[in-house]
C-alpha cells in the first residue's frame, strides 16, 4: 500500500528552527510537495521536490531523498504565524497526490 | 502564483436540497481538478479527479450519484452536492494541477453545513 508518515505535532519556540520530517512508500515517484494549512483554510503551496537536495526558498527550506524515500521541510526564524498544519504529500506514478495526516506545529514565544 | 478561486466559501443548507461548489483555475488551464473533503483534525481525503471533457474518477466509497462532479471547460469544475445531508457538512476543497503537474493549487475550500 501507500503510505505517508510524518509526526502528529511538535512544539517549537519563537525564532528557533525546527524540522519536520516525512517518510513515504508509495507506487512510484513523480515529486513531493509541502504545504502549510492554517486552522479552517485550505492549504497552501510551500516547496516542491522532484531531485535529492536542498531546495531553499526564504526562511523555508526543504530536503529530498529518493533513495530513502524520505524529506523533511526546514522552518527558520521561527514566527507565531509560522504555527499551523504542514501537509507532506507524495504524487505518484498516476500523478495522484498522496497525503500525509499532517504535522501540527505549535510556535510558542 | 497560479490562482484557484473556490465559491461559495461558506454555505448553509436545509436537508434534502443540493448545493454547488464551483471551482475555477483564473490565470491557466487546468486539464485535472480535484476534490477533497476534509474532516476536523484530518488530512484531505480526495474524493475524485476531474478532467475536463470527461467523466469524474471517483475514490472507492464515494457515491457519484450524490457528488456530481462536472468539467466543463479548461477553468471550471462543479461539484454539486444532491439531497445533502447533516453527515455531507464538511470542508470541501479543490485543487487544480498546472499542465506540467509539477505544482497544484488549492482553492479557498467551501465549508458547508447541512441543516
Known amino acids: 500500500g501507500q503510505n505517508i508518515d510524518q509526526p502528529t505535532e511538535m512544539t517549537a519556540t519563537e525564532g528557533a528552527i525546527v524540522q519536520i520530517n516525512c517518510t513515504y512508500q508509495?507506487?512510484?515517484?513523480?515529486?513531493l510537495f509541502w504545504y502549510q494549512q492554517h486552522a479552517g483554510e485550505a492549504p497552501t503551496f510551500l516547496s516542491y521536490?522532484?531531485l535529492d537536495g536542498l531546495e531553499e526558498k526564504g526562511r523555508f527550506s526543504s530536503f529530498l531523498s529518493r533513495s530513502k524515500g524520505y524529506s523533511y521541510l526546514l522552518l527558520k526564524e521561527l514566527q507565531m504565524k509560522d504555527s499551523a498544519s504542514y501537509l507532506c504529500?507524495?504524487?505518484?506514478?498516476?500523478?495522484?497526490?498522496?497525503w500525509g495526516a499532517g504535522t501540527k506545529l505549535i510556535i510558542k514565544p | 502564483g497560479a490562482v484557484v478561486s473556490q465559491h461559495p466559501s461558506r454555505v448553509i443548507c436545509k436537508s434534502g436540497t443540493s448545493v454547488k461548489i464551483e471551482c475555477r483555475s483564473l490565470?491557466?488551464?487546468?486539464?485535472?481538478m480535484f476534490w477533497y473533503r476534509q474532516f476536523p483534525k484530518k488530512s484531505l481525503m480526495l474524493m475524485a479527479t476531474?478532467?475536463?471533457?470527461?467523466?469524474?474518477?471517483?475514490e472507492q466509497g464515494v457515491e457519484k450519484d450524490k457528488f456530481l462532479i462536472n468539467h466543463a471547460s479548461l477553468t471550471l469544475s462543479t461539484l454539486t452536492v444532491t439531497s445533502a445531508h447533516p453527515e455531507d457538512s464538511s470542508f470541501y476543497i479543490c485543487?487544480?494541477?498546472?499542465?506540467?503537474?509539477?505544482?497544484?493549487?488549492f482553492g479557498q475550500g467551501t465549508r458547508l453545513t447541512v441543516v
Open positions: 490565470d491557466f488551464q487546468a486539464t485535472t
Open positions: 504529500a507524495v504524487l505518484d506514478s498516476n500523478y495522484q497526490l498522496i
Open positions: 508509495t507506487s512510484g515517484f513523480n515529486g
Open positions: 476531474s478532467n475536463e471533457g470527461s467523466k469524474a474518477t471517483y
Open positions: 485543487s487544480a494541477r498546472t499542465t506540467s503537474g509539477t505544482e497544484a493549487f
Open positions: 521536490n522532484v
